[in-house]
Nanobody, 121 residues
């Protein structure tokens, strides 16, 4: 299996920045994409950003121009640089990864434990 460990969350003021880290270990070969989701209390988990093994990225409209997802293949780590943070960015941020299941066209997804991001003055 794949283990994902997030770090870098914390409390920042509106307009501030944070950099989240997600280190992957275990059966990390053939991971096709990694991404960040977030979930606020009482709300559904939503996709924030994703990066594929080929380097393609996609972002939620709400974070475009402010957040940047990147990866370091040598360290098996994915990052989320968050700039110009807003109070509505407050949530638990979860790292995820997917790889082929080895059966037909199914994929297996993995989740980190989450890291809290709070944007408040």
């Amino acid at each position: 299996q794949v283990q994902l460990v997030e770090s870098g969350g914390g409390l920042v003021q509106p307009g501030g920045s944070l950099r989240l880290f997600c280190a992957a270990s275990g059966s990390i070969f053939n991971i096709t994409s990694m991404g960040w989701y977030r979930q606020a209390p009482g709300k559904q988990r939503e996709l924030v950003a994703v990066i594929t093994s080929g380097g393609s990225t996609n972002y939620a409209d709400s974070v475009k121009g402010r957040f940047t997802i990147s990866r370091d293949n040598a360290k098996n780590t994915v990052y989320l640089q968050m700039n110009s943070l807003k109070p509505e960015d407050t949530a638990v941020y979860y790292c995820n990864a997917e790889r082929p299941a080895g059966y037909r066209d199914y994929f297996i997804g993995y989740w980190g434990q989450g890291t809290q991001v709070t944007v408040s003055s």
